[in-house]
């Protein structure tokens, strides 16, 4: 499956943006989805992620509050809402799909989604 992010741009600190990864294909509902991040200089860390039917969700503690994460499996798309931005939040951030199927949580390191888009810089100035 091919992986499409978009909704990436530059804002100001406290501003708003929507990013949005819509797949090339019917994904299944039972997949977990996530949003990574990856500044310069800097290793790519997890964002958020949200369970196939979209009934659970898991944020980093560094957008927890700030960032919303969900999904419409009818569209095969997932989005991420974030406000409040903060310059910290500047980066290129990716989406991923991950075929692993847990028990008890929802996939959240890299090595666990194997497809991936290929990324949308949001850069926010202070």
């Known amino acids: 499956v091919q992986l499409q992010a978009s909704g990436g741009g530059s804002v100001q600190t406290g501003g708003s943006l929507t990013l949005s990864c819509t797949a090339s294909?019917?994904?299944?509902?039972?997949?977990?989805m996530a949003w990574f991040r990856q500044a310069p200089g800097k290793e790519r860390e997890f964002v958020a992620t949200?369970?196939?039917?979209?009934?659970?969700?898991v944020y980093s503690d560094s957008v927890k509050g700030r960032f919303t994460i969900s999904r419409d499996n009818a569209k095969n798309t997932i989005y991420l809402q974030m406000n409040s931005l903060k310059p910290e939040d500047t980066a290129v951030y990716f989406c991923?799909?991950?075929?692993?199927?847990?028990?008890?949580?929802?996939?959240?390191?890299?090595?666990?989604?194997?497809?991936w888009g290929q990324g949308t810089l949001v850069t926010v100035s202070s």
């Open positions: 991923a799909q991950s075929k692993v199927i847990l028990i008890g949580r929802i996939p959240s390191a890299s090595n666990e989604y194997s497809d």
């Open positions: 949200i369970s196939g039917p979209g009934y659970n969700t």
């Open positions: 294909k019917r994904t299944l509902s039972s997949y977990a």
